[in-house]
């Protein structure tokens, strides 16, 4: 299957602080990525849909000002967490859409430990 | 909305057995695909297998073969001869059209040895 890189794959930051999460589809292009939180024991929780070249799709209750997407080039997007708390401490995974003639199909990245202090 | 439900919390069999886990999903399209995802402990979702809806044979993947059952809504994910490393949470997704994916609630699989 298609590879989607993500990193970091860990990242402990000071409260307050930003944190930039880097997706990267490796062998096809993706108009469409997608960022997901979960957390322990619990399903995926989509929290927006990144469109390159577009602004992203914040799905409701998520604050698009503290979770800022960016989506510059088909096997690019990035979310950046700003003025991180303890409690945006969660496991965040990003897929990317391989929507070619043939297939629909979402593929993930290893996902990102995110611990606030 | 279109929902899907995973009504095995937890299953567990023993190695080299077969086991079967359910999913049952809400749509009034005709035209969707149905995934089944696995999340081992390292947490990398992995795809496991894919249907079309539109396509009256049941997928299979090497041990991984699936009961798509259209009219019931129902797409259960069969695993023949389970392998220690099967042991994982395994979610089911609905994907329609241009829309996000749909994830069950998931079922925690252990393989004991």
């Known amino acids: 299957g298609a590879v989607v890189s993500q990193h970091p794959s860990r990242v402990i930051c000071k409260s307050g602080t930003s944190v930039k999460i880097e997706c990267r589809s490796l062998d096809f292009q993706a108009t469409t990525m997608f960022w997901y939180r979960q957390f322990p024991k619990q399903s995926l929780m989509l929290m927006a849909t990144s469109n390159e070249g577009s602004k992203a799709t914040y799905e409701q209750g998520v604050e698009k000002d503290k979770f800022l997407i960016n989506h510059a080039s088909l096997t690019l997007s990035t979310l950046t967490v700003t003025s991180a708390h303890p409690e945006d401490s969660s496991f965040y995974i990003c897929?990317?859409?391989?929507?070619?003639?043939?297939?629909?199909?979402?593929?993930f990245g290893p996902g990102t430990r995110l611990t606030v202090l | 909305a279109q929902t899907v439900t995973q009504s095995q919390p937890e299953m567990s069999v023993q190695e080299a057995e077969t086991v079967t886990l359910s999913c049952t999903y809400d749509?009034?399209?005709?035209?969707?695909?149905l995934f089944w995802y696995k999340q081992p402990p390292s947490r990398q979702m992995i795809l496991v297998i894919r249907?079309?809806?539109?396509?009256?044979q049941n997928a299979t993947e090497n041990r991984f073969s699936v009961n798509f059952q259209k009219a019931a809504k129902s797409f259960s994910l069969k695993i023949s001869d389970s392998q220690l490393g099967d042991t994982a949470m395994y979610f089911c997704?609905?994907?329609?059209?241009?829309?996000?994916?749909?994830f069950g609630q998931g079922t925690r699989l252990t393989i004991n040895p």
């Open positions: 897929s990317a859409r391989d929507s070619g003639r043939y297939t629909d199909t979402q593929y």
């Open positions: 749509t009034s399209e005709s035209n969707y695909y």
């Open positions: 997704a609905f994907l329609q059209g241009a829309q996000k994916l749909v």
């Open positions: 249907q079309e809806a539109y396509k009256q």
